[in-house]
């Protein structure tokens, strides 16, 4: 391959890469509001003050199985953006490199 076809995959890899963590900061900061009104939810079914307290321990049970999920996916959005984070910085070294 030429140098200037190399030089071509490698920028168009970099703004992939950019492009990538413009999306995962937008979904970091959907997940967090998300995740706040989880929070309150969470909070609200555990404090019930209703006499029904069976359907209160169902809920605040729901809502701890919901919030291990969420915690799993907060973990796999953090392998992500690490992976990402990694990417970017050696298609960086590569291009700093490849340049005379």
Excluded: Y
Excluded at 24 to 53: C, P, Y
Excluded at 81 to 91: D, E, N, P, V, W
């Amino acid at each position: 391959m030429a140098q200037e076809d190399m030089e071509a995959i490698l920028k168009k890899s970099l703004n992939a890469v950019d492009r990538s963590q413009k999306w995962q900061m937008g979904a970091l900061l959907f997940f967090l509001v998300f995740a706040s009104l989880h929070l309150f939810a969470f909070i609200e079914a555990v404090h019930v003050g209703n006499h029904e307290t069976q359907t209160a321990t169902a809920r605040a049970l729901g809502m701890g199985i919901f919030s291990l999920t969420l915690t799993m996916l907060v973990c796999t959005f953090g392998i992500t953006f690490f992976i990402s984070r990694m990417a970017k910085r050696i298609l960086k070294a590569i291009e700093l490199s490849s340049k005379p």
